[in-house]
């Protein structure tokens, strides 16, 4: 197929080309004048298993031939078997060992590393090794680099990079994957070196960033047949500019590094890499224009002189657009739109970005349209129904069941789907119901057994739920074996449900298999993997969840595709969105190494970082060569201003540096190409205009009008008459919370209860009235309601503080009466209304000559004397109702006083205004402003006199308040 050759054979596609069809193109010319099985002796190795498909796809398409023997770069490691080579170490055995010498490590030196960052720390470890396995670079190199002049942190990694050898001396036969893959290679090549193959051998499609792919390339361009194939070959780019690349410090980033430094190892120079085939790019003007834009900073004062000679930028941007978008929602609806109509046109594109969030986003914004793109990263595993169950599952173990994670459960599509879900989703929500209303916030079997006590449910369903629900929570540590066992154990009986045996659907369809997969491997290695806690546990099984990856959950549209930079470096398509061209995001910031620095990894031989950004910019380069092409970011993300992307800007900058090209022009069009589809994309967001709402002040029928209120919702009447209708005329009330907290309400019922039963066990006995007995009965009663410790202790704390003050004035109370009734319901009717008012007294007490006196115990802050008087009449209505005989157990009897006692951060005493507001004055006023609401025309207005316009009220979303404000005008509106 090649003609004999002295120097090793290496072709070239320029940017832009269909790769995997002019590889076929080029493979067809070239056996055209051999016998028809010639073709049928090529072994032809690609790098990717969907560009292995591509090109089978393109032989099937015709004309028949035989097709040449195809096989990937990684399944090399097969080979190894037939070599004598041990088998390759399990990823996650060598991870999980890798965690145990890591901790050991911490534990003797504790200031080394976060805890919390032993399985980051395994992980890069782990990637360190194999780099430096498939470098070639041992650990001996590493112990012996120069760090005199640096921190004590270098030298201090460089004793962890110690742990290395440890680890490879424990394995006892097992090779480490990339060792045994370099190793496999390096047989190879001291094979072929004997015995080279007479069949063509031809290596497609990899750009040799990884130093045992480099060395294969080598080794097969230098058979007698075989040939390299690169992908995205400037062949613009100047002699000198490629001379310039020797250094990798300042040129590792440059997109045509790796194939000069492929070059400089089989000493040839860029004119001898010929192309493949006579395959032309779409767009040449634009690739020598993106050629100069990417020359590496030390020789960008090409642009002078070269910039003068780029003289068709008409052509090269005439099928660009430049999409700079106020948000990333508002650049992930502009794409979308541009794939809706590629997908009407009939027409093959491709969204290319790393960014995950905004290919999210894209495949959001299509929905709304039916179109599902074929996305090559597919949903992340954790992020599946399977993952997100087993990390749910995994969290059991970790802390006590609270409300919010047992709902998460129960209502999770994989829990109880083994038989009767319906009835267990019933049971699920009346049981969410009861926690918000009655808690207790943290679930127990006791709390199960009460539930399924007082209602009708299902057999067995409440002792499912206290087997597999309650105290979960395991303490200490345990082996890693125990605690998959465990998990597998729980997760499995939870998706079964109740009423039936097995695994329920947990392990179905694609995502359930690959959660099933990981699982199998956990339990396989799980005895290397030592003791942990049940934190650490869910931590490691929630990184290994988030490396799995599921696909096609359904059918994709066959002509948009959502590729990552992987793929897109040997795929092609006739429209390429280039998504989130902005620093951090493409190119992606460099990860941090805790064990090597720039200049430590430059003297070992490892890659810098800058390879990952050379890798990015060659994905870039040849992205922005097709046929049409937009190019796309963000100007501000959710949180800040952001950086164009570092191409972007040179090819900005290049543009606007050529006036004489009109190169400005060239660039506004771009943009003012772009302002259509952002203008488009801003008119699909436009809302609907709808008039604001105006202030309700519904008037719902008389007879449909409370009959009985409580002196409590007496100033909410005054203040937001509307609270009042929506709860008892529309009969709505708020829902709980599910996540319960230690509010303002819980603590005003516990400190009633504590002052309550403080007073009546001294009532018989008034030595007991002392700080010390006062502080055990909160002690007490706070550990019986209260089950968070914080708010015990600053709760307890608050009383401690104003104890003193309270007995003290309580012994002065005790002299001038007694206490007779706590917590007195009352109620009183309001004639001739047919109204009833009714109320709670938090304390009555009478004096010698049987006059009352109410005590009324306030959490907050006590309403003021000018407060009373004009809202917070609370207190001064019990007192009417008190003489109008309300308590029955007492009669009507005068009041002598009645006192608001504070018992918040200090203790103040506030007197309700008695003197000038009679209980005869205001039991007439009550009776005129129940009255006045029962006038047909009087409506329930909404926020008629609250303090604040900042105070919160329960039917503010009813209301729809903040579409109008405190200076509009009430609305009547009759109801029938």
């Not at 990717?48 to 990937?72: H, K, Y």
């Not at 905004?358 to 039916?370: I, N, P």
């Not at 947990?506 to 956990?522: V, Y």
């Not at 501000?636 to 090819?651: C, G």
Request: with cysteine; charged share 25%.
């Amino acid at each position: 197929m090649f003609e004999p050759s002295k120097l090793p054979r290496l072709f070239a596609l320029p940017c832009g080309v269909d790769f995997p069809r002019a590889l076929v193109d080029g493979l067809i010319q070239r056996s055209i004048s051999h016998p028809p099985e010639a073709l049928a002796k090529v072994e032809l190795i690609v790098n990717t298993q969907r560009m292995a498909r591509r090109i089978r796809s393109l032989f099937d398409a015709g004309p028949t031939l035989l097709l040449p023997r195809m096989s990937l770069l990684g399944d090399f490691s097969k080979r190894a078997t037939l070599h004598g080579l041990p088998p390759a170490l399990p990823p996650l055995r060598r991870r999980l060992e890798l965690s145990q010498l890591i901790a050991r490590l911490l534990d003797a030196q504790p200031d080394l590393a976060a805890r919390s960052s032993l399985y980051d720390l395994s992980d890069s470890l782990a990637a360190l090794i194999d780099e430096m396995q498939g470098e070639g670079v041992s650990t001996e190199t590493i112990r012996n680099l120069d760090v005199s002049d640096m921190s004590g942190h270098w030298a201090r990694a460089q004793a962890f990079i110690g742990i290395a050898d440890e680890f490879t001396d424990t394995q006892d036969g097992a090779m480490d994957a990339q060792a045994r893959q370099r190793q496999v290679v390096l047989d190879l090549i001291e094979t072929w070196q004997e015995n080279p193959p007479t069949h063509p051998v031809i290596l497609a499609g990899s750009t040799g960033s990884r130093g045992t792919t480099l060395l294969l390339m080598q080794a097969i361009s230098r058979l007698p047949q075989g040939a390299v194939i690169l992908p995205g070959f400037d062949f613009d780019l100047p002699t000198a500019v490629w001379d310039g690349l020797d250094d990798p410090l300042i040129s590792e980033d440059h997109p045509q590094f790796r194939f000069h430094k492929m070059m400089r190892n089989l000493d040839l120079s860029p004119k001898d890499i010929l192309p493949w085939s006579g395959a032309q790019p779409p767009a040449v003007a634009r690739n020598r224009l993106v050629s100069l834009a990417l020359r590496p900073a030390p020789v960008t004062d090409a642009w002078m002189s070269e910039g003068p000679r780029l003289t068709d930028l008409d052509n090269a941007s005439s099928d660009m657009v430049l999409i700079e978008a106020s948000s990333p929602r508002a650049e992930a609806l502009a794409i979308a739109l541009r794939l809706r109509q590629a997908a009407e046109d009939g027409q093959t594109a491709a969204l290319i970005t790393p960014d995950r969030m905004l290919t999210r986003q894209v495949s959001a914004a299509l929905d709304r349209w039916d179109i599902l793109p074929d996305d090559s990263a597919g949903q992340p595993l954790q992020l599946s129904p399977p993952g997100r169950f087993l990390r749910h599952v995994a969290e059991l173990f970790c802390k006590p069941l609270s409300g919010d994670t047992l709902l998460t459960l129960l209502k999770h599509p994989l829990t109880h789907d083994g038989g009767e879900r319906g009835t267990h989703l019933r049971h699920a929500r009346e049981l969410e119901l009861q926690l918000r209303s009655y808690g207790p916030p943290y679930p127990d079997a006791d709390c199960f057994s009460s539930f399924g006590n007082k209602r009708d449910v299902m057999e067995g369903w409440t002792r499912w739920l206290s087997t597999y629900f309650a105290d979960q929570t395991i303490s200490g540590s345990l082996p890693l074996t125990n605690w998959v066992n465990h998990l597998r154990t729980l997760a499995e009986a939870i998706a079964t449900g109740s009423q039936s045996k097995g695994t329920g659907t947990l392990w179905d369809k694609k995502a359930g298999q690959e959660a099933l997969k990981i699982m199998q491997s956990l339990e396989a290695e799980a005895s290397f993997g030592g003791e942990m806690s049940a934190r650490d546990f869910a931590d490691l099984l929630g990184a290994l969840l988030s490396q799995g990856e599921v696909r096609d959950r359904d059918a994709p549209h066959g002509k948009i595709m959502i590729w990552g930079t992987l793929e897109a470096r040997v795929q092609g398509a006739e429209l390429v969105i280039l998504g989130g061209l902005n620093e951090g995001s493409w190119p992606e910031a460099a990860k941090p190494d805790p064990w090597l620095n720039r200049q430590l990894r430059n003297q070992a031989g490892l890659l810098l970082p800058e390879r990952r950004i050379g890798l990015s910019a060659h994905d870039f380069q040849q992205a922005i060569a097709a046929p049409e092409v937009w190019i796309t970011r963000a100007v501000r993300s959710d949180d800040s201003d952001t950086v164009a992307s570092r191409w972007l800007n040179r090819l900005c900058n290049l543009l606007d540096g050529l006036p004489d090209q009109n190169g400005p022009g060239v660039l506004a069009g771009m943009r003012e190409r772009g302002r259509i589809w952002l203008d488009w994309a801003e008119a699909l967001e436009e809302p609907t205009e709808s008039p604001p709402a105006l202030r309700p002040s519904p008037r719902p029928p008389v007879s449909s009008r409370p009959r009985r209120l409580t002196i409590t919702e007496i100033p909410r009447l005054i203040r937001d008459p509307y609270a009042i209708y929506a709860k008892h005329i529309l009969r709505l009330k708020p829902l709980n919370p599910l996540v319960r907290i230690p509010d303002a309400l819980l603590r005003g019922i516990v400190v009633h209860e504590v002052f309550e039963h403080f007073i009546k066990q001294s009532l018989d006995s008034p030595e007991l009235l002392t700080r010390e007995i006062l502080l055990e009965k909160t002690r007490e009663l706070l550990t019986e309601h209260v089950p968070w410790p914080v708010a015990r202790c600053l709760w307890l704390s608050r009383i401690n503080r104003i104890a003193s003050d309270f007995i003290l004035a309580e012994l002065n109370r005790r002299q001038t009466a007694r206490p007779i009734a706590f917590e007195a319901k009352g109620e009183a009717r309001l004639d001739p209304l047919d109204f009833t008012i009714a109320c709670r007294a938090d304390r009555i007490d009478v004096d010698d000559r049987g006059f009352l006196h109410l005590y009324d115990y306030k959490t907050g802050a006590p309403p003021s004397e000018a407060q009373q008087k004009k809202f917070d009449k609370q207190l001064l209505i019990e007192a009417a109702m008190a003489e109008q005989g309300a308590f029955k157990d007492i009669g009507p009897t005068e009041v002598a006083r009645a006192l608001f006692i504070g018992l918040g951060t200090s203790m103040k005493e506030v007197q309700a205004p008695m003197g000038t507001e009679s209980p005869a004055k205001i039991w007439d006023e009550l009776r005129q402003l129940i009255e006045a609401y029962f006038d047909p025309n009087q409506g329930y207005t909404s926020r008629r006199m609250l303090h604040l316009d900042s105070d919160h009220s329960d039917y503010d979303h009813l209301s729809r308040f903040g579409e109008w404000d405190r200076s509009a005008t009430p609305e009547p509106e009759g109801l029938t």
